[in-house]
Every structure is written in structure tokens, then in C-alpha cells.
């Protein structure tokens, strides 16, 4: 097992700060327009069975989890290989035992889990009011979980103008902006 203090060295050692933070942003965007494509799809059917609009949405933020680990870690497992092979070779000894061959294990590992659950979380975050959701309140489940996914939208804007050093609100609008395109094709498409 690693510890923390190791796996931040993998980090630093592989130069994956940015990756991550790019799978996560990414993978978050392609969580919530994913529920807010299937939401809008069922808001405008007027579906009133919200096990239905629970086991469609569970079974799209599955598919994003597992689609989002193993891809992200089959490439970043041979990248992390290939990269590992050629310091060996320049370096004439095997780096396996090492903290470079450490990270070239664990960082793939890493990256995998964190485009993983970046859209699986996000998704389940969104779909909060639709699970709590009880027959006679006041309030539309599909309307404030779509809610809930713009609103995450903004905030992924809002992280990303915190890693570009951007105006904070410029960010989150821009992010939001994708979120109210997305929901206007669905209305356009009725």
C-alpha cells in the first residue's frame, strides 16, 4: 500500500497534477451533460416513473465509471510503461524497486479512479433529488435535479478559472452556458 507522502512523489515523479485535474474536469463535464441529457429526455416525455429515470441514470453513470477507469487506465498504464522502459534504457538498470517504477504502477491506478468516479459521483450528486424524491411534494424531481447539474456545471467552471487564474464568475458562466445549450437541443429536438 502507499502511503500519501509516496503517492504525491508518484505524482511529482510522473508529472500528473494537470492530467488529473484535466480527467476530472472532463469526465465531470461528460457526468452532468450525461444526466442532464437524460433528465431533459425525460422531462420532456413528461415520465412521472422515477425508477425508470433512477435505473436509465444508474446505468449511464455505471457505464461513464467503468468506460472512465479502464480507459484511462490502459492508456495511462502503457504511457506510464513506455516512459519507465526508456529511463531504464537510458539509464542502463532496472528502475522496478524504485520510486519511478512506483509510480509508473500507481499513477495509472490514480488517474484511472479519478476519471472514474469523477462522472459516477457528479451523476449521483445530480440525481439527489430524484432519490429522496416522495409521492405528493411540492416539487418537480426532475426540475431541481436538473438544477442541481447546472448548478455543478458552474462549479466545474468556477475550478476550472481557479487552475487558469480566470475570473472566477466568467468561468462558471461559460461551464453553465454548455449546460443550457445542451438543454436547449433536447428542447428543440421534442
Same mark, same amino acid.
Given at each position: 500500500? &502507499?502511503?500519501? @507522502?509516496?503517492? $504525491?512523489?508518484? +505524482?511529482? %515523479?510522473? $508529472?500528473?497534477?494537470?492530467?488529473? @485535474? ?13 444526466? /442532464? ?18 435505473? =436509465?441514470? #444508474?446505468? =449511464?453513470?455505471?457505464? #461513464?465509471? &467503468? ?6 487506465? %490502459?492508456?495511462?498504464? =502503457?504511457?506510464?510503461?513506455? =516512459? ?17 517504477? @512506483? ?16 462522472? +459516477? ?28 447539474? +447546472? ?31 445542451? /438543454?436547449?437541443? %433536447?428542447?428543440?429536438?421534442?
Amino acid at each position: 500500500m &502507499m502511503t500519501w @507522502r509516496a503517492l $504525491q512523489q508518484a +505524482l511529482e %515523479i510522473s $508529472q500528473s497534477d494537470g492530467l488529473i @485535474r484535466r480527467y476530472f474536469v472532463v469526465n465531470g463535464f461528460d457526468g452532468a451533460l450525461t444526466m /442532464l441529457g437524460i433528465l431533459g429526455g425525460f422531462y420532456m416525455s413528461h415520465t412521472e416513473d422515477l425508477h425508470i429515470v433512477i435505473s =436509465a441514470c #444508474l446505468g =449511464a453513470a455505471i457505464a #461513464l465509471f &467503468m468506460s472512465g477507469l479502464s480507459a484511462a487506465y %490502459i492508456s495511462e498504464a =502503457a504511457e506510464s510503461q513506455k =516512459a519507465l522502459a526508456e529511463t531504464e534504457q537510458a539509464m542502463g538498470k532496472s528502475l522496478k524497486d524504485s520510486a519511478h517504477g @512506483r509510480a509508473a504502477r500507481w499513477v495509472p491506478w490514480l488517474v484511472g479512479a479519478v476519471n472514474g468516479l469523477s462522472p +459516477l459521483v457528479i451523476a449521483l450528486i445530480i440525481l439527489i433529488p430524484v432519490f429522496v424524491h416522495q409521492p405528493g411534494m411540492a416539487y418537480s424531481p426532475l426540475v431541481l435535479s436538473i438544477s442541481v447539474g +447546472l448548478g455543478l456545471m458552474f462549479l466545474l467552471g468556477f475550478f476550472l478559472s481557479r487552475v487558469s487564474q480566470t475570473h472566477w464568475l466568467l468561468g462558471g458562466v461559460k461551464a453553465l452556458s454548455v449546460g443550457l445549450l445542451t /438543454l436547449a437541443i %433536447i428542447l428543440l429536438l421534442e
